[in-house]
């Protein structure tokens, strides 16, 4: 049987085609970053991939009949932490120029039988829920059947990072009911995507799935597994630099390292360095956790987005920026994948990504079937 085909949108440096697996092929892959666009290359080739503006992208530079059309679309307006913009946003608004794209195929009688969006949780609640309705609405217009489900990586890997990803089915496709809940399936229907999904329009609800999505084996994987002992790209603090970081921490955080130094073990552990407060009271503070976790991989924007790593062992706190690497294992690359030379490059790729296996949990549980399912009843 042929393998299943994809186009990649918001492609980065292919971390969906990464998930998706060897069992997929790509025909088309878009991005606008060129840097990231290298990086792309240096893993997959250049053969599928076009770098520009998604805005001028045209249906003749899309070969073939794409089984699936993948678009990780970019986050920051839609983000809690973003400016709120929301899909009128100049970047999380690229939205529309890609969607248009599907519109187009399928006047040329080329319409994928599926889509998957993938972005943050604040697309369920930006705009009070509208954006997320008109997203619904688009597919719907378009005779999609869908649903979402919110993934967080810290189920596959030792990093928290729920996404919210929307998998759309064509409504000529016949879904198989072992696909489907009568419901809300946990722990993949979270309460905030309830919530959404009771906020849509009678008529947006009537085309809702809820895809019956099994939880992973249990992680066996830990923050410490993932730790470089010697990192080639960043360097250890001097006692001097780590005790800065700690002077910055709240009674609340400075408790967790005397806890930590208590343990008995070596300790593991990460660091953000967040402002708090409003108005003329705004305040650096250093926050750390010894959960196992690392914290919300972001695209840095100065250094205070910037992740670091605290060591704790025998009474002794050592602190250092995370690796590329370590960024990259965080969103379950392998360590042959190759990765740009400059630090900052690498952080902002993996950062800005979607984590590898939660695309193939996906892939393996909701995508396939349905292809096998329609491939099934064409050959019937």
């Not at 079937?369 to 019937?380: D, E, K, Q, S, Y």
Request: net charge positive; glycine share 10%; hydrophobic share 40%.
């Amino acid at each position: 049987m042929n393998r299943p085909t994809f186009y990649e949108f918001f492609a980065g440096g292919g971390m969906a085609r990464a998930g998706l697996g060897s069992s997929w092929h790509c025909l088309f892959a878009n991005d606008f970053d060129h840097k990231k666009g290298e990086t792309y290359r240096a893993n997959w080739g250049a053969d599928a991939l076009h770098i520009g503006d998604v805005r001028t992208v045209q249906p003749q530079q899309l070969p073939g009949h794409a089984d699936l059309v993948w678009a990780s679309f970019p986050c920051q307006d839609l983000s809690l932490a973003g400016a709120g913009a929301g899909l009128a946003g100049a970047r999380s608004g690229t939205f529309w120029p890609f969607f248009d794209l599907v519109r187009k195929l399928r006047a040329e009688d080329r319409q994928p039988p599926l889509l998957a969006l993938e972005n943050v949780c604040g697309a369920l609640t930006s705009h009070g829920g509208e954006d997320f309705t008109k997203i619904c609405q688009a597919l719907a217009q378009e005779d999609y059947r869908f649903g979402a489900v919110v993934i967080d990586a810290a189920l596959f890997l030792p990093q928290s990072r729920p996404r919210l990803f929307i998998i759309a089915a064509r409504k000529d496709i016949a879904l198989s009911p072992q696909l489907l809940g009568q419901g809300p399936c946990a722990p993949f229907s979270t309460p905030g995507l309830i919530a959404a999904q009771e906020r849509l329009p009678q008529e947006l609800k009537s085309n809702w799935l809820w895809w019956r999505l099994p939880p992973p084996p249990l992680r066996n994987r830990g923050l410490a597994d993932i730790i470089e002992d010697e990192p080639r790209d960043v360097r250890w603090h001097s006692p001097e630099e780590t005790q800065a970081l700690i002077a910055m921490m709240s009674e609340v955080n400075l408790a967790r390292i005397a806890v930590a130094k208590t343990a008995g073990r070596r300790m593991v552990g990460t660091l953000y360095r967040r402002t708090r407060g409003s108005g003329d009271e705004k305040t650096q503070r250093a926050e750390a956790r010894f959960d196992g976790l690392a914290g919300c991989l972001r695209t840095p924007s100065g250094g205070s987005s910037r992740q670091f790593v605290l060591i704790v062992e025998k009474g002794r706190v050592r602190s250092r920026l995370m690796s590329a690497r370590e960024t990259a294992r965080l969103m379950g690359l392998p360590d042959e994948y190759i990765l740009p030379q400059r630090y900052n490059e690498a952080y902002h790729l993996t950062g800005d990504g979607v984590v590898v296996p939660a695309v193939r949990h996906l892939a393996e549980h909701v995508l396939e079937p349905l292809l096998r399912g329609i491939r099934l009843r064409v050959a019937a």
